[in-house]
């Protein structure tokens, strides 16, 4: 297939009711080809698991998708109604970061993994059962026939985490959506399951979305990095380029408040202020109360900081301009021109 599995423009998410609405996403855009890697990272707060959850149709009573087009190897989805569900089954799929809320506890899990290849592909009873087990091989699950007959309690965090990959990938989806996935295990299973999701994208070439607050595990696990700040994108690129060469100060703050074990002279400095309540952002840039670089101007101009840091997506060239998205084709012009950041940086 050519062109992005994943495409997503103009994403606009509210939340709350009548006049308490406000909006907790907004115009978020990205692109993800098949079997590439984005990571998402921000602040708590900042509309990961909204966008991921909008992705999916699948928004909480009262928060709405407002605006925006997701296309699914080229096919727009809609965010709600009866084909919302349909239109996304066996093709796009969520790891949640509690592995127990998405576990039903009264079934086995070897039952709750057979069943996805049962109803979403129509598979017979006892193929299913079989196809479950194959997968809890796949995801490494030790003992997997055995396994499968265990209840959801009687597995560790770690188990429950890959069972509910299983399911992801029963389905055989394009895109794997993973909130904050391992953020609920302790450190050695949390190495082990990320080691499961990127072996999972490069053998089985699932594009994966992948929240986090961590931004060394977005490192090890993405290709592409989207910043995100107050429901907005502040800073997209090659992760690679975002996390060694930061272009916007909230990423830059991010990194600096990251304690590096390898550098004991680094001390790690977090960024002042907090998250402001999303229905009370600050105009002009959302961080200029928070950012050391701000001037007068940052209070009034609103930056189209998406497009700082990018660069091509997949062609391992940089730019040229020539990106293939129109949206991403205009970065050049807004690159450092609203942001005054680069330039400071520049100047010394
Ligand atoms: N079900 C909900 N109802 C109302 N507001 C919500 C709901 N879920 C999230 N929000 C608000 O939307 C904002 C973004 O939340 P979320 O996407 O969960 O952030 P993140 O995943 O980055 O921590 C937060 O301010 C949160 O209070
Ligand atoms: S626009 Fe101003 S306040 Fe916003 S990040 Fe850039 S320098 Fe900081
Ligand atoms: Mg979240």
Redesign the pocket.
């Known amino acids: 297939m050519n062109g992005p599995v994943l495409k997503v423009s103009g994403l606009t998410v509210s939340v709350g009711r009548g006049a308490r609405r406000h909006v907790a996403v907004q115009d978020v855009g990205f692109e993800v080809p098949a079997g590439g890697s984005l990571g998402v990272v921000g602040e708590s707060g900042s509309g ?2 909204l966008t991921l959850r909008a992705l999916m149709g699948l928004l909480p009573p009262g928060v709405r998708a407002e605006r925006g087009v997701v296309e699914l190897a080229g096919e727009p989805l809609p965010f709600a109604g009866p084909r919302a569900r349909s239109v996304r089954r066996g093709r796009l799929a969520m790891v949640f970061q509690d592995p127990l809320s998405g576990l039903d506890p009264v079934h086995t899990v070897g039952a709750q993994v057979a069943e996805v290849p049962r109803r979403v592909l129509g598979e017979p009873a006892a193929a299913s059962r079989r196809r479950a087990v194959e997968l809890l091989r796949l995801v490494g699950m030790p003992d997997p026939e055995r396994r499968s007959h265990a209840f959801p309690h009687q597995l560790s965090g770690g188990m429950r985490q890959r069972v509910l990959i299983a399911m992801a990938l029963a389905s055989e989806p394009k895109v794997l959506l993973c ?2 996935p391992t953020t609920a295990l302790d450190v050695t299973v949390q190495a082990q399951v990320l080691e499961l999701l990127d072996d999972v994208r490069r053998r089985l070439g699932v594009a994966v979305v992948f ?1 986090s607050h961590d931004l060394a595990v977005v490192r090890q696990m993405c290709d592409r990095l989207a910043v995100m700040y107050t429901g907005r994108l502040v800073e997209t690129g090659r992760a690679a380029d975002v996390l060694d060469h930061p272009a916007h100060p909230y990423t830059l703050g991010l990194l600096e408040a990251v304690v590096d074990l390898d550098d004991v002279d680094h001390m790690p400095v977090t960024i002042p202020g907090t998250l402001p309540d999303l229905a009370h952002v600050p105009g002009g840039c959302p961080f200029h109360p928070r950012c050391r670089f701000a001037s007068e101007d940052c209070a009034r101009e609103v930056p189209p900081f998406r497009y700082l840091n990018d660069r091509q997506w997949g062609t391992g060239e940089e730019g040229t301009g020539e990106d293939g998205t129109g949206e991403e084709g205009t970065g050049g012009e807004a690159r450092g021109t609203a942001c005054k950041y680069p330039e400071r940086v520049t100047a010394g």
């Open positions: 990961k698991s909130d904050e929240v």
